[in-house]
């Protein structure tokens, strides 16, 4: 399983964003699919998390409200829409895809990170 991610870039605070990762391979639609990021200096920290039905999603505390996580089978990708960007959500986004739903690292595949930078 090969993921891509994209939709990273430079916004204002207060801006939106989307960020797309497509997954490549045998069985993707069957994977659950999540997001993590990494600020610059950081620890890598999740975000969010989705089942492969797309029926439960699981949310890091400060992205709750404001993070909605998405999927599409059909496409092979999954969504990341992120509203009111903080400058402490700058951090480089990376996606990842396993057999099993989890807020911890324990995803078997990992996607190249795609940078957001949010400026004040």
């Known amino acids: 399983v090969q993921l891509q991610a994209s939709g990273g870039g430079l916004v204002q605070a207060g801006d939106s964003l989307r960020l797309s990762c497509v997954a490549s391979g045998p069985t993707t639609s069957d994977l659950a699919m999540a997001w993590f990021r990494q600020p610059p200096g950081k620890d890598r920290e999740f975000v969010t998390a989705i089942s492969w039905s797309g029926s439960t999603t699981f949310y890091g505390h400060s992205m709750k409200g404001r993070f909605t996580i998405s999927r599409d089978n059909a496409k092979n990708t999954v969504y990341l829409q992120m509203n009111s960007l903080r400058p402490e959500d700058t951090a480089v986004y990376y996606c990842?895809?396993?057999?099993?739903?989890?807020?911890?690292?324990?995803?078997?595949?990992w996607g190249q990170g795609t940078l957001v930078t949010v400026s004040s």
């Open positions: 990842a895809a396993g057999e099993t739903l989890d807020y911890g690292f324990n995803y078997a595949y």
